[in-house]
C-alpha cells in the first residue's frame, strides 16, 4: 500500500485531480450543511440576479439560487454516475468472465453482443429509450448501466484467457474446485488492477453521459437539480449570451469532475502496474 | 479482398443489423403507452374509432408479425410514414437531413487529423520536453471536455460577446452558399464536436510513433547517415499512422453520439436534431428510420477503415 501510494503520488496531475475529486465529492455530501438556500425554493421576485452577497452565483429564471442547485446537483449526478458505472461493471465483469473462461459458442456469442452494443452511437440508443420509458433519475442509472458493459466485458475476457493457462488454476481445477469457485476467487482477484482503472473511467463516461443526456432534456428530470438539466435551461439565447452565472457553474463542474477522474484513472495505471514502461510525460502509456 | 467485404456484410453486417432493429423494434413494442393511448384523452372518440385507428397504425398483430412486416417494407426501401401532421415518408425526411450530419462528421474527422496528427508528431519528436507535456495535458482537457459546455462557450465567446461568426443554424434560406459561408457556419459546431477526437488522434499518434521509433530498421535508417527529417517522416510515420486508420473505425460510433449533442446546440439541420425532435414526438417510424440509418453509416465506416488499413498495409491480408 505504501509503495503503491509513492508511486502515485509522483504522477503530480493525478495527484491534483485526487485532492480536486475529494473536494467535490465532499461539497456534494454537505450540500445541505454548504447550501446558502434551498435548491428547489422558488423566488419569483429575484429571477435572473447576478451574483451578489445574499446568491454567490446568482440565481435562474425561477429565482433559484445558482449555487445551492450547483452543489445539489453534484449530488443527482455523482450518485448517476457511480450507480451506472456500478451496473455495467457487474454486467460486464459476469459476462465478460464468462466469455474468457467457457470460450467457444458462449464466448462468440457473448464478444457478438458486444459488438452490437459497441458499434452504435450510444446517445441515440440512450435518448430512445429514455424516451421510450420516460426520463427518470433511476432510468437513467438504468440505460447509462447497461449500454455500457461491453467495455468493462472486453477486459476481463482478455483478463481471463490470460490467467486461464496458468497453473494455480490448474492445480485448483485439479484439487476439484468448481468452475464458479476458479473463476472468481481463483482468476477475478488477479485482475482487479486493470477492473479498478476500468471503473475509475467508468465512472467518468457515466457521468458525461448522464450530463449530455440531462442536457438533451432525456436524462435526469427537472425539478430535480443536475448539471446536465442546470446547462439545459441555460440555452435560450439571450440567457446563453447575457447571463453566463447560469450555465457557467454547472459547465465547470462537469468539466471539472470528468478531468479529475480521468487524471486519477491514469495515476492509477501507472501505481499498480509498475512494468508498463513510462512513456507519457504525466507518465501513461497513451494508447487505450 | 472482395471475398473478405462480401463475408463482412453477410456474416457480421447483416446480423447485426437485423438484431439491432429486432431487439429496437422489441423495446418500443413493449413500451408502456401506445400511439394511440392519447386518443382516449378526446372528446367525441368512441373505442371503435381508436381501435380502427390502431388497425390503421398496424399496432394491433402480435409482436413478430409487426416486425417482419416492417423488414420487408424496409427492404424495399419504404421506412413508413412520419407519425405527425404531415405524414411524410420516413426515407424523405432522412435523405433531406443526412448530408448535414455527414459533411458536420466529415469536417470535424478531417480536423481530428490535421489537427491531431500533427501535434502527436511534435510530442513524441520532443518527447519529455515542455512542448510535450503541454500537448499530452491539452489532450487530457480534449478527452474530458463536455461537448455542450464547450459548444455554450464557443457560442458565448464568438457569436455573443465578439459576434464575428453566427449563432448555429446553416445557410437561411435563399443565402447564397459561398465557400466563406460554409467555413463559418461549420468553424464552431465542427470544432465542437471535433475536439475529442483532436485529442484521442493526438494521444495516439504520439505513442504509436513512439513505438515505431524504437524498432530496429529505424536504427539501421539512422545508423546508415540518413537525417532526422528523412527518418521520422519517410520511414517511421508511414508506419506509424497505420494503426490510426483502424481508430477511424471506433471514432466514427462516438462522432454521430455526439453530433446528436452538437447539432442541437448550433440549430443544424441533420439527423441529429431530428433523432431528438422525434425522440421527444414519440414518432416511432422516424426512431426505427433513424437508428437504422445510423447503424448502416457506422457499419460502412468500419468497413471503409479495415478496407483502407489492408490496401495501406501490404502485410495485412484478410483471407
Redesign the interface.
Known amino acids: 500500500m505504501g509503495k503503491f501510494w509513492r508511486r502515485f503520488c509522483r504522477n503530480k496531475l493525478a495527484l491534483a485531480g485526487l485532492i480536486v475529486l475529494v473536494w467535490f465529492v465532499l461539497s456534494a455530501l454537505f450540500a445541505p450543511q454548504l447550501a446558502p438556500d434551498d435548491p428547489n425554493r422558488a423566488d419569483l421576485r429575484q429571477r435572473n440576479q447576478p451574483p451578489s452577497r445574499e446568491h454567490p452565483l446568482g440565481t435562474d429564471d425561477m429565482g433559484r439560487d445558482i449555487l445551492s442547485r450547483t452543489l445539489y446537483g453534484g449530488r443527482i449526478s455523482l450518485a448517476v454516475g457511480l450507480v451506472s458505472a456500478g451496473i455495467s461493471l457487474t454486467i460486464g465483469v459476469f459476462l465478460g468472465a464468462l466469455a474468457g473462461f467457457c470460450g467457444g459458442v458462449v464466448d462468440t456469442v457473448i464478444m457478438r453482443l458486444a459488438d452490437v452494443f459497441y458499434s452504435f452511437p450510444f446517445l441515440i440508443l440512450a435518448i430512445t429509450i429514455s424516451a421510450i420509458f420516460g426520463p427518470s433519475i433511476y432510468n437513467t442509472m438504468i440505460i447509462l448501466g447497461i449500454l455500457s458493459w461491453p467495455g468493462p466485458a472486453r477486459l476481463l475476457r482478455a483478463e481471463f484467457l490470460k490467467f486461464k493457462t496458468t497453473d494455480f488454476v490448474a492445480a485448483a481445477t485439479a484439487l476439484g474446485a468448481r468452475p464458479a469457485r476458479i473463476m472468481f476467487r481463483h482468476i477475478l482477484p488477479n485482475a482487479f488492477s486493470p477492473l479498478l482503472v476500468s471503473a475509475t473511467l467508468e465512472v467518468a463516461a457515466a457521468i458525461l453521459s448522464e450530463a449530455g443526456l440531462s442536457f438533451l432534456g432525456l436524462g435526469v428530470p427537472p425539478p430535480a437539480p443536475s448539471w446536465g438539466n442546470m446547462l439545459n435551461r441555460a440555452r435560450p439565447l439571450h440567457i446563453l449570451s447575457r447571463m453566463p452565472w447560469m450555465w457557467i457553474p454547472p459547465g465547470l463542474a462537469v468539466f471539472g469532475v470528468v478531468l479529475s477522474i480521468n487524471f486519477v484513472g491514469d495515476g492509477l495505471r501507472d501505481a499498480l502496474d509498475p512494468r508498463q514502461e513510462q512513456s507519457s510525460p504525466l507518465g501513461s502509456q497513451a494508447a487505450d | 479482398m472482395w471475398r473478405y467485404i462480401v463475408r463482412r456484410i453477410f456474416l457480421?453486417g447483416i446480423?447485426?443489423l437485423l438484431?439491432?432493429t429486432f431487439v429496437?423494434y422489441f423495446?418500443?413494442t413493449i413500451?408502456?403507452g401506445s400511439p394511440v393511448t392519447h386518443l382516449r384523452g378526446l372528446p367525441n372518440i368512441d373505442e371503435e374509432t381508436i381501435a380502427r385507428r390502431a388497425e390503421q397504425l398496424g399496432i394491433t398483430e402480435p409482436f413478430p408479425v409487426q416486425y417482419v412486416k416492417w423488414l420487408g417494407r424496409v427492404l424495399r426501401g419504404d421506412l413508413g410514414r412520419s407519425f405527425d401532421s404531415s405524414r411524410r415518408p420516413v426515407a424523405e425526411l432522412i435523405l433531406e437531413r443526412m448530408p448535414a450530419t455527414i459533411l458536420l462528421s466529415l469536417c470535424s474527422i478531417l480536423l481530428g487529423w490535421g489537427v491531431g496528427i500533427p501535434a502527436g508528431i511534435l510530442s513524441a519528436r520532443r518527447?519529455?520536453s515542455f512542448l510535450?507535456?503541454m500537448i499530452?495535458?491539452l489532450?487530457?482537457?480534449g478527452?474530458?471536455?463536455?461537448?455542450?459546455?464547450i459548444g455554450?462557450?464557443l457560442?458565448?465567446v464568438f457569436?455573443?460577446?465578439l459576434n464575428v461568426l453566427p449563432?448555429g443554424g446553416f445557410f437561411l434560406a435563399g443565402e447564397p452558399r459561398t465557400f466563406l459561408g460554409y467555413v463559418q457556419y461549420l468553424l464552431l459546431p465542427s470544432l465542437t464536436l471535433g475536439l475529442g477526437n483532436i485529442a484521442g488522434i493526438a494521444?495516439?499518434m504520439?505513442?504509436?510513433l513512439?513505438e515505431v521509433l524504437g524498432q530496429d530498421f529505424l536504427r539501421t535508417a539512422r545508423a546508415k547517415g540518413l537525417s532526422d527529417n528523412l527518418v521520422v517522416y519517410k520511414h517511421a510515420l508511414r508506419n506509424a499512422l497505420l494503426?490510426i486508420l483502424t481508430l477511424m473505425g471506433f471514432t466514427i460510433?462516438?462522432i454521430?453520439?455526439?453530433a446528436?449533442?452538437v447539432e442541437?446546440?448550433f440549430a443544424w439541420p441533420g439527423l441529429?436534431s431530428l433523432?431528438?425532435q422525434a425522440?421527444?414526438e414519440?414518432n416511432y417510424p422516424v426512431?426505427m428510420g433513424?437508428?437504422l440509418m445510423?447503424?448502416v453509416l457506422?457499419?460502412l465506416g468500419?468497413l471503409i477503415a479495415d478496407v483502407s488499413y489492408a490496401l495501406a498495409d501490404p502485410r495485412i491480408r484478410y483471407e
Do not use: H
Request: glycine share 4%; aromatic share 18%.
Open positions: 457480421q446480423p447485426v438484431g439491432f429496437l423495446v418500443i413500451a408502456p518527447q519529455y510535450d507535456y499530452t495535458f489532450a487530457f482537457v478527452i474530458s471536455a463536455p461537448s455542450f459546455f455554450l462557450l457560442l458565448y457569436a455573443a460577446k449563432a494521444r495516439y504520439r505513442s504509436s513512439l494503426p460510433p462516438s454521430f453520439s455526439g446528436v449533442i442541437n446546440i441529429g433523432a431528438v425522440v421527444n414519440r426512431i433513424i437508428n445510423f447503424a457506422i457499419f468500419s
